[in-house]
């Protein structure tokens, strides 16, 4: 079993910055795509930025420019920096993450979400 654990949500006014975290724990063989997503009441989940294994990244492109993410696999963690914030990002964000277990199978895991709110 696999646990994913976010940290670093809150509260910040429009134009400031956050960095979320999110690390990965369990029994882990290796971890291909990581992501983040986001959700407002109401509304579908959405993906917000997610890397693969090897580095590439994709980005919705509200996002494009203000956010960043990366990963640690030494850690098996992942972050977005979230720069230059509006009112609009405001939503609880997730961590998802696709984990190959030691038999070689593949899962996909949630973390619990961490409430990101922008004041206007």
């Known amino acids: 079993q696999v646990q994913l654990v976010e940290s670093g949500g809150g509260l910040v006014q429009a134009g400031g910055s956050l960095r979320l975290s999110c690390a990965a724990s369990g029994t882990i063989f290796r971890i291909n795509a990581m992501g983040w997503y986001r959700q407002v009441p109401g509304s579908q989940r959405e993906l917000v930025a997610a890397?693969?294994?090897?580095?590439?990244?994709n980005y919705v492109d509200s996002v494009k420019g203000r956010f960043t993410i990366a990963r640690d696999n030494s850690k098996n963690m992942v972050y977005l920096q979230m720069n230059s914030l509006k009112p609009g990002d405001t939503a609880v964000y997730y961590c998802n993450a696709d984990v190959v277990d030691l038999a070689g199978w593949a899962h996909n895991y949630w973390g619990q979400g961490t409430q990101v709110t922008v004041s206007s």
């Open positions: 890397i693969s294994s090897d580095g590439s990244l």
